[in-house]
Nanobody, 126 residues
Framework: QVQLVESGGGLVHTGVSLRLSCTAS????????AAWFRQAPGKEREFVAA????????YYADSVKGRFTISRDVARDTTDLQMNSLKPEDTAVYVC???????????????????WGRGTQVTVSS
């Protein structure tokens, strides 16, 4: 039994920063690879960022590289996504996903994760 809860979304203006958090609970033992995906209206769900267990190496989509940072807070058992220099194109529902256990490589596909949160809305106005 695994539960994921996202928080931190909102309505902001272009150039503003937001920090999203994903809290995991239930038999993960903090040993999981975590990722953020996003889905805009009329578009497919796309990969944003991931952080791999156990090395904690990070991976980013080209569209957010240099602006977004994914990190782990072990003490609070959360995975955060710091989003800077937000653009209207970043508007989407942001969803957290995890895969429990060690991985040889990180998946950039939705098929690589089998536990998902409900998502949090991020809206960036121009």
């Amino acid at each position: 039994q695994v539960q994921l809860v996202e928080s931190g979304g909102g309505l902001v203006h272009t150039g503003v920063s937001l920090r999203l958090s994903c809290t995991a609970s239930g038999r993960t033992f903090e040993k999981y690879t975590a990722a953020w995906f996003r889905q805009a209206p009329g578009k497919e769900r796309e990969f944003v960022a991931a952080i791999k267990w156990p090395e904690l190496n990070t991976y980013y989509a080209d569209s957010v590289k240099g602006r977004f940072t994914i990190s782990r807070d072990v003490a609070r058992d959360t995975t955060d996504l710091q989003m800077n220099s937000l653009k209207p194109e970043d508007t989407a529902v942001y969803v957290c996903a995890i895969e429990v256990g060690p991985k040889r490589s990180v998946s950039l596909s939705v098929h690589g994760y089998n536990f998902w949160g409900r998502g949090t809305q991020v809206t960036v106005s121009s």
